[in-house]
């Protein structure tokens, strides 16, 4: 009979002790921030901090912990503040520029990581990299009205135009990475089409003329290679966005 009782014992120890493991989260453990609320700025911040030192590899979508952490990192419930106006305008702006150039510099990372095959991870960033992007063209929408035509006007302008041109380099790294020779999946390419029709109308406010037409034309290409219905149909609505005003 204690024979019985202390075999139980050792197995539910057994059995606790990997639990306990199963549950550690290593992203946790080196100080990323839990992927169970709405991130900020510095979030972004910090994360990209942690992975760019290689104190962790980069999330997964192949890792439960990994997919969590990536869903949480091109979640764009992220962005939510920035519709808030009843938060400062600054203070908004402040965040987006976070969130933009920590999402920018973990589409690098991906991009530039020299072993495994990180294309629906990148694919997912590079989705949100556009989100975020649109949702800045709305900020300084806003803010254009606020800013004083004063000794400063002429270098905001300048900062403006630079930004412009970030976006429409964004803009235009997305429709390359559509290119068959990139291998995306077929459903990675759908949720980048997704992303780029869905933010297209407010990004394209930026693009100079001959970009526009150049864009135009290679969507029109593109859309020989893709033949389901819906990729079919956000590069017509691509199409008529960029020959429109």
């Known amino acids: 009979m204690h024979r019985s009782i202390l075999a139980i014992a050792i197995l539910l120890a057994a059995h606790l002790a990997v639990a306990a ?34 104190k962790v590899p980069l999330p997964r979508l192949a890792d439960p912990q990994g997919a969590a952490l990536l869903g949480r990192m091109t979640s764009t419930e992220n962005l939510s503040l920035h519709l808030d106006k009843s938060v400062p305008l600054l203070a908004r702006l402040e965040d987006f520029l976070q969130i933009e150039q920590g999402a920018g510099k973990l589409l690098s990372l991906y991009g530039d990581a020299e072993e495994g095959d990180y294309r629906p991870e990148l694919a997912r960033v590079a989705a949100f990299v556009l989100h975020s992007s649109a949702q800045g063209v709305d900020l300084v929408e806003e803010m254009m009205p606020t800013l004083p035509r004063d000794e400063t006007y002429a270098t905001r302008m300048e900062g403006l135009k630079k930004m412009n041109g970030g976006m429409t380099t964004i ?29 297209l109308p407010r990004l394209k406010k930026g693009f100079p003329p001959d970009v526009r037409i150049e864009l135009r034309k290679k969507l029109e290409a593109d859309k020989a290679r893709f033949k389901k219905d819906e990729d079919a149909h956000r590069l017509d609505q691509m199409i008529g966005e960029l020959g429109g005003a």
């Open 171 to 199: 803009f235009v790294a997305a429709e390359q990475m559509l290119a068959e020779e990139n291998g995306f999946s077929a459903e990675d390419l759908s949720l980048l089409l997704d992303a780029m029709a869905g933010t």
């Open 21 to 54: 493991v199963a549950e550690t989260n290593p992203f946790l453990e080196a100080g990323i921030p839990a992927t169970t609320r709405t991130w900020s700025g510095p979030d972004y911040e910090r994360t990209v901090e942690i992975l760019a030192a290689g």
